[in-house]
């Protein structure tokens, strides 16, 4: 295998878009606490195949009580997370959820600096800083959008995520609005 930290990150990613497309199709019809429940039991078992097959089980009594400890800390971190990311799948578009979801990289960035004094360049703050207006801009622009061009409206995410406009007229305005909002997205 190879030794490039850069590969496994490709690879992380693309497994993670993955995850995402295939989470939010497998969520539909079932409670997504449930699932990600299951989607444990599936991790579980994939890693227990992978360390015998590969076999790189190891003795527990090896392991120092630091490493217990963070590796408890990191495996609720990771549940917590997965329960709020099935949660936001559940309710909203995987091309939505996912981004928002990515701003761990920007909290990533700050916390290694802050708690493990790892040091960034200038570039990589800037890198940081894109993603970040990237988030806000790719979350944003749209309801912005239509806040500018239809007077007196506001966006409201509908449960799968798409804008909508409230509309506190006849039907015949808010069919006039929500084609002007289509129209800019097109």
Known sequence: ???????????????AALTAIFAKVGIENINS?????????????????????????????????????????SGLATGASWLAYFRALKIGDAARVAPIDKLSIVLVA???????GEKLSGLNW????????GVVLYENLECRLSRRTVANKFCEPRPQGIVRVKQLGSQRQANHYQQRLDDLRA
């Open 110 to 116: 700050v916390f290694g600096v802050a708690f493990l």
């Open 126 to 133: 800037l890198g940081v800083l894109l993603i970040a207006g």
């Open 33 to 73: 606490d449930f699932a990600t429940l299951i989607r444990t039991f599936v991790i579980i078992g994939a890693l227990c195949l992978f360390l015998t097959i590969s076999g790189q089980w190891q003795g527990l009594s090896t392991i120092s009580a630091k490493t217990w400890t963070f590796l408890i800390l």
């Open 1 to 15: 295998m190879t030794e490039s930290w850069q590969f496994w990150a490709v690879v992380s990613a693309l497994f």
